[in-house]
């Protein structure tokens, strides 16, 4: 059975925790537009993007913002029944294996894993994993969740992302600031990073045409 091919977005702090009793223990808005222009189709003619979560992470979402609207939502829980509480357009299987293997049968677009930490864990581990999206949060959090630690024989860390040939159907045109930022209400300070593995890392012009990169260059001189 065909694996798909799929990508991972996270917010992390330096020492790799995401979450505390299932909520997320920073509130950057920055990252919010981040994680939805990256997992938002823009192509009306083509089918939606995936997000894959957890169980917790379904249910740590506000129920006004659940389904995320869009995208084909699905739902891991080793709990069979557990999609007796899910809305029915809401796809549900009980392993990750499971859910790339059935999507593999389905029309749809660019797979995300989304969290939990479980998840990440497992996802990171597959070679179909391409690339990993993340919001690097400066500082050190309490967590009882964690973001596994990036293989570096196996993934690189994307100083010219004009390079890559990702996404031609997803990523809105938004700007991709690159360098250290702050945001202004809570002093928190976070970065963009995108790893992707090796054998992915290709020359390209679609990406380039649909993200405009700036640096930022205000933080670099403080």
Known sequence: MTIQPFHMIVAAAANRGIGKAGKIPWRIPEDVRF???????????????????????????????????????????????????????VQCYISLRDCLENLSKQDHGTIFLIGGGQIYNEGIKYSSCESLFITKVHGKYDCDAFFPEIPKDAFKLNDDITNMNLFANSMNNFEFVKGVQTNEKSGIKFEFQIYTRFQNIINGEILSKKLKIITNTKEKNK
């Open 35 to 89: 994680f939805k222009n990256i997992t938002l189709t823009i192509n009306d003619n083509i089918p939606p993007n995936v997000v894959v979560m957890g169980r917790n992470t379904w249910e740590s979402i506000p129920p006004k913002f659940r389904p995320m609207p869009n995208r084909i939502n699905v739902v891991l829980s080793r709990n069979k029944e557990y999609s007796k509480n899910l809305p029915k357009e």
